[in-house]
């Protein structure tokens, strides 16, 4: 299993563009890129999923360069309601049961 | 609606009592996986199940059991063997061929 490494927390301001980079160096060739939101007191929701290059979706944006080592997460015009929890998740859709969740970044957007 | 439930949304445990959280969905998903969540801390798996009647044991199984009898549903027992149960449990499923998991709501485990 692919490891991730996300910042511990971020701060914002309403209205700013949120950039949230996941390092996962020993990624595999069969392995795709997951984000998930977690609110506190609720279970984490998915936001999006890539395996290279740009995703888009009418929540945020996913960037892979070519060599997949990395991804970043796009928030675009964060509000007060953004503020949660993020976690990178690298794994096989094919036969990777066993899941890895990080400590996430906590991202706190001010008024 | 389509979706996995959790209860109780909260459950109080007393001292050297074994306790069960249900979990179910309605998505037919062949995998569930039960995490555990302690405060500011991200999620660890206790036990997953890729199918009826077969599950494995994750990164924090001790003190806990589970069992999967039937496709929709994947009940943990807390144990008297878990000496620090406190915490946020989260059911989740998958489906086979997709990466993505579907959270339930959590229950909120207390010790008396």
């Known amino acids: 299993l692919a490891k991730t490494t996300q910042p511990i927390s971020m701060d914002s301001y309403e209205g700013q563009e949120v950039n949230i980079t996941c390092s996962h160096n020993n990624i595999a060739t069969n392995d795709y890129i997951t984000w998930y939101q977690q609110f506190p007191s609720q279970g984490p929701r998915f936001i999006i999923q890539g395996y290279k290059t740009k995703v888009t979706n009418e929540v945020a944006s996913l960037f892979i360069p070519a060599d997949r080592k990395s991804s970043t997460l796009s928030l675009p015009r964060v509000s007060l309601s953004d503020t949660a929890v993020y976690y990178c998740?690298?794994?096989?859709?094919?036969?990777?049961?066993?899941?890895?969740f990080g400590a996430g970044t906590r991202l706190f957007v001010k008024a | 609606d389509g979706g996995i439930t959790q209860s109780p949304k909260y459950l109080f445990r007393k001292e050297g009592q074994n306790v069960t959280l249900s979990c179910e969905q309605n998505l037919n998903h062949d995998a569930m996986y039960w995490y555990r969540q302690d405060p500011g801390q991200g999620l660890r798996l206790i036990y997953y199940s890729q199918i009826v009647n077969d599950f494995q044991k994750g990164d924090i199984a001790e003190g806990y059991s589970v069992s999967r009898e039937k496709k929709e549903s994947f009940p943990l027992t807390v144990t008297s063997a878990q000496k620090n149960p406190t915490a946020f449990y989260l059911c989740?499923?998958?489906?086979?061929?997709?990466?993505?998991?579907?959270f339930g709501p959590g229950t909120r485990l207390l010790v008396l």
């Open positions: 998740l690298v794994g096989d859709m094919n036969g990777g049961f066993k899941t890895i």
């Open positions: 989740a499923s998958r489906q086979t061929d997709q990466e993505t998991q579907y």
